[in-house]
T-cell receptor, first 121, second 106 residues
Framework: QVQLVQSGAEVKKPGASVRVSCKAS????????IHWVRQAPGQRLEWMGWINPVNGNTRYSQKFQGRVTLTRDTSASTAYMELTSLTSEDTGLYYC??????????????WGQGTLITVSS | EIVMTQSPATLSVSPGERATLSCRASQSVSNSLAWYQQNPGQAPRLLIY???TRATGIPARFGGSGSGTEFTLTISSLQSEDFAVYYCQQYSNWPLAFGGGTKVEI
């Protein structure tokens, strides 16, 4: 079945960077955009950006522009999200999710299991 | 930037009853509206897209309606597995945006 499996939880200090991986299986990795969504404690879900696995093209939310970088490794069917200059406000669950129909239809299913990022000194 | 507002924040219902959840957009999103269900400790799951089209495998008791700025998710007869948090999401404009969620509880 279609599945996205994310890397494990991380604890980072303020100012550090973090990279989360998202390995896809059960479908052709290059057929569907991958989105990233954040769920901070007590906050609503926030869309961060998407990557087109075919060519690596990306689109980012202005809120995260300049701090987030989405990349992919097609040979490993894996997408990556790197977030820099971390602060305590970046603490939360980070999800990757597949674009439902493929090319930036911009609604998502399935989702990865989530990766908890904790930023603390 | 479009702001999505969901109401109520919490909805208390009994199994077998009907639940009606609302989502309002700060400006028109046409029918570019999706609904998700999130059970505790799990990732969200797509229920509805295009305001009213059920995603693959979603039971017929889930129904979506509305267009423009006002949308509704109806669960016709609540089952035990339906007690969860529900989010709406607009995909008409950038940035994509979610509502704050409605928790459906017993």
């Amino acid at each position: 079945q279609v599945q996205l499996v994310q890397s494990g939880a991380e604890v980072k200090k303020p100012g550090a960077s973090v990279r989360v991986s998202c390995k896809a299986s059960g479908y052709s990795f290059t057929s569907c955009y991958i989105h990233w969504v954040r769920q901070a404690p007590g906050q609503r879900l926030e869309w961060m950006g998407w990557i087109n696995p075919v060519n690596g093209n990306t689109r980012y939310s202005q809120k995260f522009q300049g701090r987030v970088t989405l990349t992919r490794d097609t040979s490993a069917s894996t997408a990556y999200m790197e977030l820099t200059s971390l602060t305590s406000e970046d603490t939360g669950l980070y999800y990757c999710a597949r674009d439902y129909f493929g090319s930036a239809y911009n609604y998502f299913d399935p989702w990865g299991q989530g990766t908890l990022i904790t930023v603390s000194s | 930037e479009i702001v999505m507002t969901q109401s109520p924040a919490t909805l208390s219902v009994s199994p077998g009853e009907r639940a009606t959840l609302s989502c309002r957009a700060s400006q028109s999103v046409s029918n570019s509206l999706a609904w998700y269900q999130q059970n505790p400790g799990q990732a969200p799951r797509l229920l509805i897209y295009g305001a009213s089209t059920r995603a693959t495998g979603i039971p017929a008791r889930f129904g979506g309606s509305g267009s423009g700025t006002e949308f509704t998710l109806t669960i016709s007869s609540l089952q035990s597995e339906d007690f969860a948090v529900y989010y709406c999401q607009q995909y008409s404009n950038w940035p994509l945006a979610f509502g704050g969620g409605t928790k459906v509880e017993i």
